[in-house]
């Protein structure tokens, strides 16, 4: 099932972009395995060895662009499954790889048309099913300190992080979204989803965070309305109360402050 740039395979939910990513990726190895048997036997290698280094291109880009939310958390630099790369970067480095590898043969020159062929078409098919932006569901909820928080209301745009005390990559990335919700200049709220307060304080004490930002849903009723497709889930909310953005999965800081930014810039 495919909703709002989610495909959801059983119980596993992968972004459409990631997707379509991995289908590109191995319709460049499938070509270069054609190419290599009816061109150059080379290019099989090649392929293999410009897509390794696009790859590294692509996450060093990334890196480099938010250098100051790396620098904060220097171990999500090798934390891909998190997400994070710079197609444009990868694409570059890959074809500056095949060029020195394979200059104007025959194979090289065929190897270079797949990669852009499959780059303007990737970054086509992405345009295409980017998610459209969707009212953000009116509901009225409650933190922990007893303040009434009111969501779906237009004026401020906001983040909305959907998580739970059970789920691990819930856990690992709530220091940082705690850390970055004391500096944003838009509110950054964590709905908790299922669970009381008696258990969302007691999770908090045991690991030292202060409740500021969380927020209670004890029915999810939150999660059910958007329908998300796992936890964690964050959601980004512009200034008219419209979702413009879905994270399913853990997210990395660098992820997180870029949306943040781009919220930012469009206010």
């Given at each position: ?5 989610i495909?959801e395979?059983g ?6 972009d990631?997707?379509?990513?991995i289908a590109a990726?191995?319709?460049?190895v499938?070509m270069?395995s054609l190419?290599a048997?009816?061109?150059?036997g ?12 696009g790859f590294v291109?692509a996450?060093?880009?990334f890196?480099l662009a938010n250098?100051d939310?790396f620098?904060a958390?220097?171990?999500?630099m090798?934390a891909?499954?998190?997400g994070?790369f710079?197609?444009?970067t ?7 790889t095949?060029?020195i ?5 025959p ?18 098919a ?5 998610p459209q932006p969707?009212p953000?569901?009116q509901?009225?909820l409650?933190t922990?300190s007893g303040?009434?928080?009111?969501l779906g209301?237009a004026?401020?745009p906001?983040v909305i992080?959907l998580?739970?005390?059970?789920c691990?990559p ?6 940082m979204?705690?850390d ?7 509110p950054?709220?964590l709905?908790?989803q ?13 690991q030292?965070?202060?409740d500021?930002?969380i ?6 009723i939150?999660?059910r309305?958007i ?11 512009n200034?008219?109360g419209?979702?413009v953005?879905?994270?399913?999965g853990?997210i990395?800081?660098a992820?997180l ?8 810039r469009t206010?």
């Amino acid at each position: 099932m495919m909703m709002d740039g989610i495909v959801e395979i059983g119980p596993l939910a992968m972004a459409t972009d990631r997707l379509m990513a991995i289908a590109a990726i191995w319709g460049f190895v499938a070509m270069a395995s054609l190419i290599a048997a009816r061109l150059d036997g080379r290019a099989n290698r090649v392929g293999w060895i410009s897509l390794l280094l696009g790859f590294v291109g692509a996450r060093m880009g990334f890196i480099l662009a938010n250098i100051d939310a790396f620098m904060a958390d220097p171990w999500t630099m090798v934390a891909i499954w998190q997400g994070g790369f710079s197609a444009l970067t990868g694409i570059i480095v890959a074809a500056i790889t095949i060029a020195i590898m394979l200059g104007r043969k025959p194979a090289g020159l065929a190897l270079m048309a797949t990669l852009t062929g499959l780059a303007l078409l990737h970054a086509g098919a992405v345009e295409l099913m980017r998610p459209q932006p969707r009212p953000m569901p009116q509901l009225a909820l409650t933190t922990l300190s007893g303040d009434k928080i009111a969501l779906g209301t237009a004026g401020r745009p906001m983040v909305i992080n959907l998580w739970a005390t059970w789920c691990p990559p819930c856990r690992r990335e709530m220091p940082m979204f705690i850390d970055v919700a004391q500096g944003s200049n838009i509110p950054v709220l964590l709905v908790n989803q299922g669970e009381s307060a008696a258990a969302i304080r007691a999770y908090l004490n045991q690991q030292g965070f202060a409740d500021k930002g969380i927020v209670t849903d004890v029915a999810g009723i939150l999660g059910r309305t958007i329908a998300s497709p796992a936890l964690p889930t964050t959601l980004f909310v512009n200034e008219a109360g419209d979702i413009v953005d879905l994270h399913a999965g853990e997210i990395s800081r660098a992820a997180l402050t870029a949306a943040i930014h781009d919220l930012q810039r469009t206010s």
